[in-house]
Nanobody
Framework: QVQLVESGGGSVQAGDSLTLSCGNS??????LAWFRQAPGKDREFVGA???????NYADSVKGRFTISRDNAKNIVYLQMNSLKPEDTALYFC????????????????WGQGTQVTVSS
């Protein structure tokens, strides 16, 4: 059973940093992606990491966000720096899709999300 749990969200000021975590109870992560969804908008790709640690990012976050993984702890992190108000969204981690996929429809398992709110 895959159970993903995101944590680390919060309310911050523009320019601040946050680190989100995604835990997967009892199973080793394969390929994983982060998505986000703002009210009234479609779910948007943020970044992905393969089981071998290869990452790719959406242009909107490239250079500001970093995905890393601790395979020993079964945790994947999303380090978010220089946050902007437009980064405000519910952030999800997801697994079960092809390596690096940017389509939410290709992922099988999702967490409940963690809210990130950035004020100007």
């Amino acid at each position: 059973q895959v159970q993903l749990v995101e944590s680390g969200g919060g309310s911050v000021q523009a320019g601040d940093s946050l680190t989100l975590s995604c835990g997967n109870s009892g199973r080793t992560f394969g390929n994983l992606a982060w998505f986000r969804q703002a009210p009234g908008k479609d779910r948007e790709f943020v970044g992905a990491v393969t089981r071998n640690g290869v990452t790719n990012y959406a242009d909107s976050v490239k250079g500001r966000f970093t995905i890393s993984r601790d395979n020993a702890k079964n945790i994947v992190y999303l380090q978010m720096n220089s946050l902007k108000p437009e980064d405000t969204a519910l952030y999800f981690c997801t697994v079960g899709g092809p390596p690096g996929s940017r389509s939410p429809w290709q992922y099988a398992f999702w967490g409940q999300g963690t809210q990130v709110t950035v004020s100007s």
